[in-house]
């Protein structure tokens, strides 16, 4: 079965820490993107990469950092920086160019207290 | 920086009615393409419509089909015969044509009941 996998589904942790969440992805797709989804504000882009070793900040991008060393994985840090991150996480990829969709993993929810 | 707005909150329909949700968009370009994605209990968002703006046909799929107004920036996504299952956050998307980044820009959404 194709598709993408984010893990864990829920995550806790304590402020002041950095945390990793996980996005992989077997569709073979070029591009991956990283979205956060608050309570009356959809979705908003954290970071997109479009080819391996190589990637650019979407419009929130403070307060974290990515990696794309493989095809298929595209990790997501929170670093302590960011000031507000309890939130649920996105991730999507998609081929490049044309009309193509985004596909979504399920999703993961972060808790910091 | 294009923007996405979907000016209903919430909105219900009845079982086997018909509904019809409201998307605007502000940008500059003239080629572009419009999503609305579904986003169930579980989450999961789910591709529904896409509209690829050079196309003047509304696009449909079953019982869902858009109203694409170019001049007006309205990308409206009507949905027939409801059923229980289409209960679920509604969001509008858009995503310019140019480049190679197909990064999407979202509304806010649109919580969609449907009742008996």
């Known amino acids: 079965d194709g598709g993408i996998t984010q893990s864990p589904k829920y995550l806790f942790r304590k402020e002041g820490q950095n945390v990793t969440l996980s996005c992989e992805q077997n569709?073979?797709?070029?591009?991956m993107y990283w979205y956060r989804q608050d309570p009356g504000q959809g979705l908003r882009l954290i970071y997109y990469s479009q080819i391996v070793n190589d990637f650019q900040k979407g419009d929130i991008a403070e307060g974290y950092s990515v990696s794309r060393e493989k095809k298929e994985s595209f990790p997501l840090t929170v670093t302590s920086a960011q000031k507000n991150p309890t939130a649920f996480y996105l991730c999507a990829s998609s081929i490049t160019g044309g009309a193509s969709e985004q596909y979504f993993g399920p999703g993961t929810r972060l808790t910091v207290t | 920086a294009q923007t996405v707005t979907q000016s209903q909150p919430e909105m219900s329909v009845q079982e086997a009615e018909t509904v019809t949700l409201s998307c605007t968009y502000d940008t500059s370009e003239s080629d572009y393409y419009l999503f609305w994605y579904k986003q169930p209990p579980s989450r999961q968002m789910i591709l529904v419509i896409r509209q690829e703006a050079y196309k003047q046909q509304n696009a449909t799929e079953n019982r869902f089909s858009v109203n694409f107004q170019k001049a007006a920036k309205s990308f409206s996504l009507k949905i027939s015969d409801s059923q229980l299952g289409d209960a679920a956050m509604y969001f509008c998307?858009?995503?310019?044509?140019?480049?190679?980044?197909?990064?999407?820009?979202f509304g806010t959404g649109t919580r969609l009941q449907v009742t008996l």
């Open positions: 569709l073979n797709h070029d591009a």
């Open positions: 998307a858009y995503r310019s044509s140019s480049g190679t980044a197909s990064k999407l820009t």
